[in-house]
């Protein structure tokens, strides 16, 4: 599977960013909308892909997003935490703060 055959689509109505490979939605990032902070609370992507990088694809354009928006992100979600946590580059737009 390659980067290529990846599209992430944002779902403001659902609040969730989802990942689809070839025109299927194959995972997706919720996310609380909370004034200017999107708090990201679950991430799943179908087993199928793992191992493939496709959570981490779908994680960078959801914060590419919200970083585009405006928004700050609080990563609530663990996969979100732990990327984020890895790719220090996000640490502007991070809020570890919830309320």
């Known amino acids: 599977m390659s980067e290529n055959n ?3 689509r944002h779902d403001e109505d659902q609040q969730r960013y989802l990942l689809e490979i070839d ?3 194959l995972g997706f ?3 609380r ?3 200017d902070r999107q708090i990201f609370t679950h991430t799943e992507v ?3 892909l793992e191992g493939q990088g496709m959570g981490s694809i779908l994680i960078r354009q959801s914060l590419d ?3 585009r ?3 700050r992100v609080v990563p609530v979600c663990g996969f979100v935490a732990a990327y984020v ?3 220090r580059d996000w640490d502007d737009i991070i809020d570890s703060s919830v309320q």
Do not use: C, L, T
Request: net charge positive.
């Open 65 to 67: 997003d919200a970083r």
């Open 33 to 35: 909308q909370d004034g």
């Open 69 to 71: 928006r405006g928004k």
């Open 29 to 31: 990032a919720e996310y």
């Open 23 to 25: 025109g299927k939605a």
């Open 85 to 87: 946590k890895k790719h």
């Open 6 to 8: 990846a599209n992430v």
């Open 46 to 48: 179908d087993q199928s």
